[in-house]
């Protein structure tokens, strides 16, 4: 097996990014509608009220204008990726390519307040993710070919070395 890095072409492909208004994927979608030259990107966020809907709103105005000046078409969905069947209508009628998903609640203090919200965005809608992309590979589809999530910093608990590395041990807290 080889250690060298591929690139994955990113053109012609349907590319779904949840969780497109944050900071990470507003970012990431206006860089996609800047690069490729076709296919779809589709956004997908519930636009709740972890933080300011207003800068979601404004981030997702600025990519709505920038796929104007784009040969990618750009779709958004609102909604949650907690929501199955919204999910899997999502897969079944883009049937993405690429998905990266960037839809989640952070920080830790946030959840011992709301620990709902947690277990709704960062298990159960992550698992609908992973779910859909199993699934897309059903009846002989090409499926789902890159999976891309992320995590943060909150995951290495009360490591006191940084950088973080994910090589760290993670079974400690952070006392909130």
Known sequence: MSNKKQKIELNNRTILVTGSPGFIGANLVLRLLKEMKFGTIISFDSLNDYYDPKLKEYRLSIIEEAAKDSSVSHVFIKGSIADKALVDKVFEYYKPSIVVNLAAQAGVRYSIDHPDSYIESNIIGFFNI?????????????????LVYASSSS????????????EDNSDSYVNC
Do not use: I, M
């Open 130 to 146: 992973l779910e859909a992309c199993r699934h897309s590979y059903d009846e002989n589809q090409n499926g789902v070919e890159h």
């Open 155 to 166: 995951v290495y608990g009360g490591n006191k070395k940084v950088p973080f590395s994910t």
